[in-house]
């Protein structure tokens, strides 16, 4: 049932009726009386008989005679909601899209194929039993990546994937059916999304179906086009929450039918049907937008992992940057690397340099505290002399988005709510970006002095300056107003905000990477890695040395700064996992946070039978006045602790609690 309580997270058996004999198949949705109100349910299998020995009723409705949930999507949504401490009907209201009657009725698509599992079974009664499977990624080992199997030939060309010595066996594997596990490093100026399309292309021809996962909708409009060119048209579809309930729902259904084999899209693709899966894959896994917002708050990473491990299907991760989670599928054995040799990393990265090293402070000692450093200026300069365009990644957006007093530094914020002010403009008004309430008579309570200085610069302030440094030369900016897709190779100057920077035409002659302090100081556990994987985006959007040059305004003796000037992330990855394992963070633990009200969360932890050897963190302050617990327990331990948490949450709602609770497993911010 579409019950989202914990307490009733289990399948409950119905009685068919013999009119709805022919169209209760499993997979449709079903209504049925539960507690004097009608419901919505989904059918999930048919019985001869039931182990209930109680009356049981009829099912009302088979609202739709279209088995819109596949056998595997059932089993998948079954093992998430296990792994995430959820219930069934949460994640199946992720997996399944709105119906929309309009779309089922419409004529099918030439491919158009009924799977073999909606076939009616003649059964009397309807048993809602799911198997449950719980994946654990390191208990398989991985498909081989032989380099001696990649001979010429294959039926895929291997194309770019040639500059990685395991790339060709990697889709030689796809189209022989079998199931490698890679962590791709992709290397600059790579077209990730025509690699994919390959990986893609591979699969197809081994006879079976993928899913790709991408972060937004830019990264979906180029796999998309890659994979026409290289697929044809009609071979593939798009889902993606954007595209409003019909068409969304028409893609969903035409992978559903087989009428296509592969499905492409946002997080919202992750639980897309797919006939015979031979592939998952996911670019880019350490943004934060692969995090569903959503009860029980799968990651799409995982959610894709544990579909490969269920389908006995192939999984590529792959970005510019490596997430500590893909380090662990790489010293598990669960997956296999996929990385260029030095040589070809260094006859294709740009010339990279910080600002905050020795010999730069030695010729320029105001470096350490200009924000826009000579160097970094002196690369600007001769990229537009060159005609080329300039990249400038900053990493807040607006004008001002946090200002100080001038005389005394002390930040600005809203005498209404404590929020921090900010300018919108040259000649704007300081407004609260929490409560919007503008304090045109602003005073500091500090001083009393009324002159505001800039303690934050945004990407529109940042533009403004560097027109003024270099006239007559065009500034655009990209960022969440306006996101540029490309721009072409002239002379220019792009501002732009993390994940926002447009692809030059032919390449960026200069890259710089400014105000790093506001990435790296974060207090948060992933900021490192962010950081770095914000930084390898854009630089590497640079063209090759030595035409194309990349600065970061950081002390070059920092380790994701290192790791950005070599072009490694696979060793910042791994001495992140060796911290996080030292320290027992995620992913070399499993943790969860519970947070709420005090006396609810400690209402909940009393209820919890939690393992042995957990460990209870906290409590932290969070959001909205509440509070967060931390529960960490061994990766062994991990389906215990779900549980134990999943157990105790039942056990609140069954007393139907006042106070809700939010349970997150390994959540991407846990202070």
């Known amino acids: 049932m579409?019950?989202?309580?914990?307490?009733?997270?289990?399948?409950?058996?119905?009685?068919v009726p013999a009119e709805l004999d022919d169209v209760a198949v499993p997979g449709t949705r079903v209504k049925v009386r539960f507690a004097g109100q009608l419901v919505d349910g989904w059918l999930l299998a048919r019985a001869d008989d039931s182990g209930h020995t109680g009356r049981l009723a009829y099912l009302e409705k088979v609202v739709s005679p279209e088995p819109v949930l596949a056998p595997e999507i059932a089993?998948?949504?079954?093992?998430?909601?296990?792994?995430?401490?959820?219930?069934?009907?949460?994640?199946?209201?992720?997996?399944?899209?709105?119906?929309?009657?309009?779309?089922?009725?419409?004529?099918?698509?030439?491919?158009?194929?009924?799977?073999?599992?909606?076939?009616?079974?003649?059964?009397?009664?309807?048993?809602?039993?799911?198997?449950?499977?719980?994946?654990?990624?390191?208990?398989?080992?991985?498909?081989?990546?032989?380099?001696?199997?990649?001979?010429?030939g294959g039926a895929v060309d291997p194309r770019g994937w040639r500059d990685y010595p395991t790339g060709p066996a990697l889709l030689r594997a796809l189209t022989d059916g079998r199931a490698p596990r890679a962590v791709w490093s992709a290397l600059p100026g790579e077209d990730w999304a025509a690699r994919y399309a390959d990986a893609v292309a591979a699969t197809v021809a081994g006879g079976r179906g993928a899913v790709v996962v991408v972060a937004d909708a830019r990264d979906l409009d180029r796999l998309d086009a890659a994979l026409t060119a290289v697929l044809g048209p009609e071979?593939?579809?798009?889902?993606?929450?954007?595209?409003?309930?019909?068409?969304?729902?028409?893609?969903?259904?035409?992978?559903?039918?087989?009428?296509?084999?592969v499905v492409i899209g946002t997080r919202a693709a992750m639980f897309a049907p797919v006939?015979?899966?031979?592939?998952?894959?996911?670019?880019?896994?350490?943004?934060?937008?692969?995090?569903?917002?959503?009860?029980p708050y799968p990651h799409a990473r995982d959610v894709l992992l544990t579909r490969a491990q269920l389908a006995e299907a192939g999984a590529l991760v792959g970005g510019y940057a490596r997430t500590a989670e893909a380090q662990l599928l790489l010293e598990t054995g669960w997956a296999?690397?996929?990385?260029?040799?030095?040589?070809?990393?260094?006859?294709?990265?740009?010339?990279?340099?910080?600002?905050?090293?020795?010999?730069?402070?030695?010729?320029?000692?105001?470096?350490?505290?200009?924000?826009?450093?000579?160097?970094?200026?002196?690369?600007?300069?001769?990229?537009?002399?060159?005609?080329?365009?300039?990249?400038?990644?900053?990493?807040?957006?607006?004008?001002?988005?946090?200002?100080?007093?001038?005389?005394?530094?002390?930040?600005?914020?809203?005498?209404?709510?404590?929020?921090?002010?900010?300018?919108?403009?040259?000649?704007?008004?300081?407004?609260?970006?929490?409560?919007?309430?503008?304090?045109?008579?602003?005073?500091?309570?500090?001083?009393?002095?009324?002159?505001?200085?800039?303690?934050?610069?945004?990407?529109?302030?940042t533009a403004e300056e560097l027109g003024r440094a270099f006239p007559g030369v065009p500034v655009r900016t990209s960022g969440r107003e306006e996101v540029l897709t490309d721009v072409p190779g002239g002379a220019a100057l792009v501002v732009a905000t993390p994940g926002a920077e447009p692809v030059a035409e032919g390449g960026y002659g200069a890259v710089l990477l400014l105000d790093s302090w506001a990435l790296l100081t974060r207090a948060d556990l992933r900021a490192g890695e962010e950081a770095l994987r914000r930084w390898l985006a854009a630089a590497a959007l640079a063209r090759p040395a030595p035409a194309g040059r990349v600065v970061v305004v950081a002390d070059g003796a920092l380790a994701p700064v290192q790791a950005l000037l070599r072009w490694d992330a696979g060793w910042f990855a791994g001495r992140e996992l060796a911290e996080r394992r030292e320290l027992g963070f995620p992913p070399a633990v499993r943790m969860a946070s519970v947070t709420g009200p005090a006396e609810a969360v400690a209402d909940?932890?009393?209820?919890?039978?939690?393992?042995?050897?957990?460990?209870?963190?906290?409590?932290?302050?969070?959001?909205?006045?509440?509070?967060?617990?931390?529960?960490?327990?061994?990766?062994?331990?991990?389906?215990a602790l779900a549980e134990a948490l999943h157990s105790a949450a039942g056990v609140r709602a069954a007393r139907k609690a006042a106070d809700p609770v939010r349970l997150q497993v390994d959540p991407l911010s846990m202070f």
Request: net charge positive.
């Open 235 to 261: 071979q593939h579809v798009s889902l993606s929450a954007a595209l409003g309930p019909a068409r969304r729902y028409r893609a969903f259904l035409a992978a559903r039918r087989g009428e296509v084999p």
């Open 75 to 152: 089993r998948l949504a079954r093992a998430v909601a296990d792994r995430y401490a959820g219930s069934l009907a949460d994640v199946l209201r992720l997996a399944v899209p709105p119906r929309h009657a309009r779309v089922e009725k419409e004529p099918r698509g030439g491919g158009a194929s009924t799977p073999p599992e909606a076939a009616p079974d003649r059964a009397t009664a309807a048993s809602a039993a799911v198997q449950t499977a719980t994946a654990d990624p390191a208990a398989v080992q991985p498909g081989t990546i032989d380099p001696a199997a990649a001979e010429p």
């Open 2 to 15: 579409d019950v989202p309580l914990a307490h009733l997270d289990r399948p409950f058996d119905y009685l």
């Open 275 to 295: 006939d015979r899966l031979g592939l998952v894959a996911v670019w880019d896994d350490g943004d934060d937008l692969h995090s569903e917002p959503r009860a």
């Open 336 to 461: 296999r690397e996929v990385v260029a040799d030095r040589a070809t990393v260094r006859a294709r990265i740009p010339a990279i340099a910080p600002t905050g090293d020795d010999p730069q402070l030695a010729r320029d000692p105001g470096a350490a505290t200009a924000r826009l450093p000579s160097l970094a200026w002196t690369a600007a300069r001769d990229a537009v002399r060159a005609d080329l365009p300039v990249l400038v990644q900053v990493p807040r957006r607006g004008y001002l988005p946090s200002i100080s007093c001038a005389d005394c530094r002390t930040p600005a914020r809203c005498a209404h709510c404590a929020g921090p002010l900010a300018l919108p403009s040259a000649g704007g008004t300081p407004a609260c970006r929490w409560c919007a309430r503008v304090a045109a008579a602003y005073a500091c309570p500090q001083c009393g002095g009324r002159r505001l200085r800039a303690a934050v610069t945004g990407a529109r302030r």
């Open 604 to 639: 909940l932890l009393a209820a919890a039978r939690l393992p042995d050897d957990a460990e209870v963190l906290g409590p932290v302050p969070a959001e909205e006045g509440r509070e967060r617990m931390l529960v960490r327990v061994p990766r062994a331990r991990a389906a």
